[in-house]
């Protein structure tokens, strides 16, 4: 089945830089990529997805980039805020099964 | 749009005894749901996949006569663990999905087995 790999488990940047979490998964079947941000308690929010027949998304300060030869998916958020500090979640779908990486606890300091 | 709860938020219950836990989509009909439970500090585990008016998809490792999953209608969806003990208590998370790959989240439910 499905692995999804995630790194860094821990990232902690000033306010105003940039963060960069990456994912790698095992079957080149998967065909869908959401990211979720995930607040203390609360669920997880879809923040941005791409599909397999696109490279690069963007949404104001989040990107997402997509390498579909080397089974890898990046997440890029600019001008960090604190309010972007939470756990951020890559997945990989195969048939509307989302396989969930193992987060990464973002930590946007002032 | 795209709202989907989760009921009840919070649960405390003594060992031995049985929790359900509904999750609706409020505003779609949802195809397929899927239950995941959650351990502190770490990511979101599938235990199973629902499709309404068919036996629910168990993950390798979850017990299917523990969790039991039932989806009675494009918009309601319940999960019963029965016989709960403490091993039991976790956040337990349940999504819906209109029939793409998109899946929306429920708020969560906190089990605490005593």
Partial sequence: ?110 | GAVVSQHPSRVICKSGTSVKIECRSLDFQATTMFWYRQFPKQSLMLMATSNEGSKATYEQGVEKDKFLINHASLTLSTLTVTSAHPEDSSFYICSASPGTDTQYFGPGTRLTVL
Wanted: glycine letters at 8%.
């Fill in chain 1, 1 to 110: 089945g499905e692995n999804v790999e995630q790194h860094p488990s821990t990232l902690s940047v000033q306010e105003g830089d940039s963060a960069v979490i990456k994912c790698t998964y095992s079957d080149s079947a998967s065909n869908y990529f959401p990211w979720y941000k995930q607040e203390l308690g609360k669920r997880p929010q879809l923040i941005i997805d791409i599909r397999s027949n696109v490279g690069e998304k963007k949404d104001q300060r989040i990107a997402v980039t997509l390498n579909k030869t080397a089974k890898h998916f990046s997440l890029h958020i600019t001008e960090t805020q604190p309010e972007d500090s939470a756990v951020y979640f890559c997945a990989a779908s195969q048939g509307g099964k989302l396989i969930f990486g193992q987060g990464t606890e973002l930590s946007v300091k002032p």
